[in-house]
């Protein structure tokens, strides 16, 4: 008898979605950022209130993160995908930022990941010269095992 040579899957996805101006959330650096609903997953588990993914399944994961940020001139933002949430340790490679006015930034990163791990975007510093807080409006956070 013959058996089929099935993955395990796992994936998990946590996303914030747009909002009117008034409930656009400010940037505070040492901070996650923050998400509202938790997309689909399987082996993972999104959290909404801790704004972090659980891994389930050791191995490499492909991970991306976005967020689309407001910012006035000659402000900047940067983050970082992060296994702890006090920003202590940041993946290899997942720094990534956001210059000037409005943009939509983000990373895609490949890495290894133990269960037990969690991971959300970590607000690493922002630069504010002048002008209200930096701000978004949408966020996104997604992460697929390739291979364990």
């Known amino acids: 008898m013959r058996t ?3 993955k395990p899957y796992s994936y998990g996805s946590l996303y914030k979605q747009n909002f009117p101006e008034g409930n656009i959330l400010p940037i ?3 901070n996650l950022v923050d998400f509202d609903v938790a997309g689909p997953y399987q082996n993972t588990r999104p959290d909404v209130a801790t704004n972090r993914i659980s891994i389930h399944k050791s191995g ?3 991970i991306t993160a976005d967020v689309s940020v407001i910012l006035e001139e000659g402000q900047s933002v940067l983050f970082n995908i992060n296994l702890c949430a006090n920003g202590s340790d940041p993946l290899i490679g997942s720094f990534f930022d956001a210059v000037n006015i409005r943009t939509v930034t983000g990373k895609t990163i490949q890495a290894f990941l133990n269960a037990g791990d969690e991971i959300g975007i970590f607000i690493a510093d922002t630069f504010v010269p002048k002008g209200r807080q930096p701000r978004y409006n949408r966020s996104a956070l997604t992460v ?4 364990y």
């Open 144 to 147: 697929h095992l390739l291979d």
């Open 60 to 62: 490499v994961y492909h």
């Open 4 to 6: 089929k040579n099935i």
């Open 28 to 30: 505070v650096a040492g």
